[in-house]
């Protein structure tokens, strides 16, 4: 049972080069999201999904384009890379818990924009 | 627009001690959920508890369990019986109904030998 998958796990872009991170989950969740962390603070949702065929804005989506492609796959685009989304991405999934939403995390994105 | 806070950047304690990590948000809501996360050097994020608002009883995962003060805005995590692995980033995270998960900006804990 793979959970939450995401690729790749590292990269390193040039400013301007455009990459699309990948995320895929097994749990039959509806919910999925994307979430930036950077050094010395917590993550920040970039964008979510609830729904197949639904996307939002999270807390901080300038610069990101989400697609989500069929219920276990939700992937996240660079268009033209900056060195300001040098981070680590998160994705994550929910789906209900006894009475809980509770949401499960990929491994991480480690991604370098020179 | 919710916030959450964790007051203590770092701490540190002796293994098999008890350690009480801190959070308070800001919220106008009156249902929620807390949350408190885990993420070892690994990065991966591993849950370790949960707390819905609208329940008084503080929520208990084996060694870890929650004071919720509800009132006050407050949603501390104990740590009993620390042990070496227990060493990582601690965040407190706060969810209104729906998808907006906000995350505090984390306490390093340390369990020493």
């Known amino acids: 049972n793979a959970g939450v998958t995401q690729t790749p796990k590292f990269q390193v872009l040039k400013t301007g080069q455009s990459m699309t991170l990948q995320c895929a989950q097994d749990?039959?969740?509806?919910?999925m999201y994307w979430y930036r962390q950077d050094p010395g603070m917590g993550l920040r949702l970039i964008y979510y999904s609830a729904s197949e065929g639904t996307t939002d804005k999270g807390e901080v989506p300038n610069g990101y384009n989400v697609s989500r492609l069929n219920k276990r796959e939700f992937s996240l685009r660079l268009e033209s890379a900056a060195p300001s989304q040098t981070s680590v991405y998160f994705c994550?999934?929910?789906?209900?818990?006894?009475?809980?939403?509770?949401?499960?995390f990929g491994p991480g994105t480690r991604l370098l924009v020179l | 627009a919710q916030t959450v806070t964790q007051s203590q950047p770092e701490m540190s304690v002796q293994e098999a001690e008890t350690v009480t990590l801190s959070c308070t948000y800001d919220t106008s809501e009156n249902n929620y959920y807390l949350f408190w996360y885990k993420q070892p050097p690994s990065r991966q994020m591993i849950l370790v508890i949960r707390q819905e608002a609208y329940k008084q009883q503080n929520a208990t995962e084996n060694r870890f369990s929650v004071n919720f003060q509800k009132a006050a805005k407050s949603f501390s995590l104990k740590i009993s019986d620390s042990q070496l692995g227990d060493t990582a980033m601690y965040f407190c995270?706060?969810?209104?109904?729906?998808?907006?998960?906000?995350f505090g900006a984390g306490t390093r804990l340390t369990v020493k030998p």
């Open positions: 749990m039959n969740h509806n919910s």
């Open positions: 995270a706060f969810m209104k109904h729906g998808y907006d998960m906000r």
């Open positions: 994550a999934s929910s789906g209900v818990t006894g009475n809980q939403e509770t949401q499960y």
